[in-house]
């Protein structure tokens, strides 16, 4: 269910590209007092709020204390209604849900990109690094451009954590860094919107022009602390998606030192179900030259249960840190920063920087 509440903006904090982060007095029910929290506003959806509007609020997650989503979700603003907008395309993103997006997809007949990529099912050898958390997607484009400066790299979002791309500052953030972001399955908002990962990879290449393309779900995940249990199991199909259409499955490595939970620390199960399990085609797994002597015997043993289709290669990591610091981002996974995962985000970045010199070699 969702707990339904009503609100009033009291202020507007900011935002970025798709979302106005606000200030809400939100109204007491029977039973609870009122409060005050942050609100978030998809512009796209619902408009953009406005001090004074009465709004209807979804607030699960401030209810359940969720630290990626902790916002009283804007559902409308019932006495300032959008205008209409009629836009081309017929796609329904969210499908059945009561905020269903209708989006033009690029390979729908309205699209102008429907004939190339239409034309293309052949990724020509493209690098896809392909990660568990969308906290990996700045790691891994601090590798590619502190060994291919040039690269031009497409961000391809999964449906496993938000669904709205806008819901991600470092997608605003990092901007200049990236050449197209493609919406793929039920996730929206994107620069380019795709069905599927497949049709997305291809309008990666053939429309955005990428050398390189970085997949991994939105921000937040699902896990449940199971093994089958977690959204991350997205990662082994992608590696599948990106092998059968001919181009060259990077499997980025989630490493932490800093994670409490047992079944995280060294590789996470996350890592090693979805490339020893899901995986079923061969993909490059790049490990990182800098690990933890306290934890590399446990990470080499991991590795080692790895399938042998699998070609494990050792990266040298020298200046990765300094790329990583010199990001116009705050690097974070789980509430952790490089002082406390380091090896972490190294490994995500030796993604990147062996997806860079494959490409280099492709050109």
């Not at 990236?178 to 399955?185: D, E, L, N, S, Y």
Request: aromatic share 4%.
């Amino acid at each position: 269910m969702i707990r339904w509440r009503y609100g009033t903006v009291t202020g507007v904090r900011g935002g970025w590209r798709g979302c106005t982060e606000l200030e809400v007095d939100v109204e007491a029910r029977e039973g609870e007092d009122a409060f005050s929290c942050r609100g978030l506003a998809y512009d796209g959806l619902v408009g953009v709020p406005e001090v004074g509007d009465r709004v209807l609020l979804n607030c699960n997650a401030i209810a359940k204390g969720l630290g990626t989503g902790g916002y009283a979700l804007v559902i409308a603003v019932p006495e300032r209604l959008p205008a209409d907008v009629d836009v081309p395309g017929h796609i329904v993103k969210a499908r059945y849900t009561p905020m269903q997006a209708m989006r033009l997809a690029v390979d729908e007949d309205d699209s102008p990109h429907r004939a190339a990529v239409e034309a293309c099912d052949d990724l020509g050898g493209m690098p896809v690094v392909v990660a568990d958390l969308h906290s990996a997607l700045a790691p891994v484009l601090a590798g590619v451009h502190a060994t291919a400066p040039g690269a031009k790299v497409a961000y391809v979002m999964t449906d496993g954590g938000a669904l709205p791309a806008w819901f991600s500052r470092q997608l605003d953030q990092l901007s200049d860094r990236i050449c197209t972001v493609v919406t793929a399955g039920q996730c929206f908002g994107g620069d380019l919107e795709a069905t599927n990962i497949h049709n997305a990879l291809i309008a990666a290449r053939v429309v955005g022009g990428a050398d390189i393309a970085i997949v991994a779900q939105g921000p937040g995940n699902l896990g449940t602390g199971t093994v089958w249990g977690f959204s991350g199991t997205a990662a082994g199909e992608a590696v599948n998606a990106a092998a059968v259409l001919g181009g060259r499955p990077v499997a980025s490595l989630r490493i932490s030192e800093g994670d409490a939970r047992e079944r995280h620390r060294g590789v996470s199960h996350h890592s090693m179900t979805a490339y020893g399990r899901v995986a079923l085609a061969a993909a490059d797994v790049p490990v990182p030259d800098e690990l933890p002597a306290d934890l590399e015997p446990k990470i080499r043993a991991q590795l080692a249960t790895l399938p042998e289709r699998h070609r494990q290669i050792e990266i040298d990591c020298s200046g990765l840190v300094e790329a990583m610091e010199a990001l116009p981002v705050k690097l974070s996974t789980m509430g952790r920063g490089l002082d406390k995962d380091r090896v972490y985000f190294v490994a995500e970045a030796a993604a990147g920087r062996h997806a860079a010199q494959l490409a280099k070699r492709r050109d």
